[in-house]
């Protein structure tokens, strides 16, 4: 009997891609049911490829994929959406990027995470809404929320709401922070330990909203840009500390966020 | 099993070291070059150490040459105040071949990739800017040079090309210049059904009467 070769339909946002042989590429992307997958188009870089804009990067696509040896090939694909907006702006571009490195790193294969797949598509549509310079302070916003529910979504998420040594309610005081701990503690419990930064009520109100509400009830929250400042620069710090190296992406998304 | 002659395995070794050679390709080309006629090994072994020894980046496009400045930079049948900017030198030979440009060129070598940690300062976008400074300034006396009236960026057509061309759009629209971007849209031979809607809206924009 012949061999059949198994083939499978998926949805999948291209995260990264890489140029093999002459003109394949190996493509990362996240799926539904999938996890995150590698892919080899074949011959996408010429010209005359029929798959060429159906694998952009951030593209949401139908593939059909058949299985081979070292990778399955994609031998169909159609876009769902190409977030064309989102393509028009190099801080959108940036902040795509980052999001796309993030659920690159967060992730493994074949490891199904439904949520999170819904999340990275609502980022994705934020963005395509948001390409317009004067959108900045809703891009950060989104960024923010975005790394607070992919940590909760991923296992790593900070604990914003109790001490994590004795357990009690944390107060609207200063409370302190441990990275590497992954949560804060109460005045009390904090005594006398010097690896811990002083974290402002004010900062950890807006870290506990957003890590608790949906983007609709916080996509049109105000924050203070002094706040903004300092969540993404406990988050970032934080991301590094799981993840123990430097994103890639981030150098750009400052560079063009100005 | 009886190891390999040492010279065959550093071979397989170096084979493999090339980008799309697997080990087996690399074993086959091995074999291939000690059965094939001597004089086929050393033409292979004299192209290389040419490609080392005779091949330089021009100090002003970034091009690979065998002279710095390079014959299209030097040569005075181009027109100095047309800069096309491409990310990788056979960007070069494929604008060439088609005898429709006359400008000259600038290789970024690359693109702005945030995800892989290429950004703009690994580009030689800075170097492109000091090309366009000198051509102003005309302080340049060794090549023909000419005020660049026009900067055509010819990166890939794909969103890391998109960036980089944007990128540097930002940068130099701000010092007068005329900035273009190579047409997009739907390539010769292709199928109208299979066209995805970001190449299909682009054509669509920049439709032409006939």
């Known amino acids: ?54 694998l952009e990067l951030f593209t949401h696509s139908a593939l059909q994929v058949a ?17 064309r907006t989102l393509r028009t702006n190099l801080a959108t571009i940036g902040a795509a990027n980052y999001i796309a ?26 963005l ?38 004795c357990g009690e309610a944390l107060e609207p005081v200063q409370n302190f922070l441990s990275l590497s701990d992954g949560g804060l503690y109460c005045p009390a419990c904090a005594t ?21 509400e949906p983007w609709p009830a916080v996509y049109q929250l105000s924050v203070r840009p002094a706040i903004m400042l300092r969540m993404e620069n406990v988050l970032h710090r934080y991301l590094l500390t799981i993840l123990e190296y430097r994103l890639r992406s981030t150098d750009f998304l400052h560079h063009v966020q100005g | 099993m009886q190891p390999l002659a040492e010279p065959v395995s550093q071979l397989i070794d170096a084979f493999s070291q090339l980008p799309g050679i697997g080990p087996k390709t690399a074993s086959r080309l091995a074999y291939y070059l000690l059965r094939a006629d001597d004089a086929v090994a050393l033409n292979l072994a004299h192209a290389l150490e040419a490609l080392k020894a005779n091949t330089l980046f021009c100090s002003v496009c970034h091009n690979i040459a065998d002279r710095d400045p390079c014959p299209i930079c030097t040569s005075d049948q181009r027109d100095h105040g047309t800069l096309c900017v491409v990310e990788e030198p056979l960007d070069v030979q494929a604008i060439e071949r088609t005898r429709e440009y006359q400008g000259v060129y600038h290789v970024l070598h690359g693109s702005i990739s945030p995800v892989d940690g290429v950004g703009p300062d690994d580009l030689k976008i800075a170097e492109l800017l000091q ?3 000198e051509a102003e300034s005309d302080s340049v006396a060794d090549r023909p040079t000419a005020p660049v009236k026009e900067i055509l960026l010819a990166t890939n057509p794909n969103l890391e090309g998109e960036a980089t061309a944007m ?11 005329r900035v273009t971007r190579l047409a997009r849209g739907l390539p010769v031979g292709g199928d109208l059904e299979y066209a995805d809607e970001v190449t299909l809206g682009r054509a669509l924009a920049g439709r032409s009467e006939m």
Not at chain 1, 67 to 83: G, K, L, M, Q, V
Not at chain 1, 130 to 144: I, K
Request: hydrophobic letters at 40%.
């Open chain 1, 1 to 54: 009997m012949a061999n059949r070769i198994r083939s499978t339909g998926t949805r999948a946002v291209i995260l990264r891609r890489r140029d093999y042989g002459d003109a394949d590429r190996i493509v990362t992307t996240y799926t539904p049911s999938l996890g995150k997958q590698e892919f080899i188009a074949k011959g996408i870089r010429k010209t005359s490829s029929r798959k060429a804009g159906h």
């Open chain 1, 67 to 83: 299985d081979a040896r070292t990778w399955p090939i994609i031998t169909e694909a159609a876009t769902i959406e190409s977030f």
């Open chain 1, 101 to 126: 490195e993030l659920i690159d790193r967060f992730t493994e294969a074949n490891d199904e995470n439904q949520p999170l797949w819904e999340l990275l598509l609502l980022a994705l549509r934020e």
């Open chain 1, 128 to 165: 395509d809404q948001a390409a317009d310079d004067d959108a900045a302070p809703r891009r950060a916003l989104l960024l923010r929320w975005f790394e607070l529910h992919l940590l909760g979504l991923t296992g790593f998420q900070p604990q914003l709401f109790h001490c994590l040594s």
């Open chain 1, 192 to 212: 006398g330990n010097r690896d811990l930064e002083a974290l402002d009520p004010d900062v950890l109100k807006v870290l506990r909203y957003l890590q608790r």
């Open chain 2, 131 to 133: 090309r366009i400074r």
């Open chain 2, 167 to 177: 990128y540097i759009a930002r940068l130099i629209k701000p010092l007068g210049i």
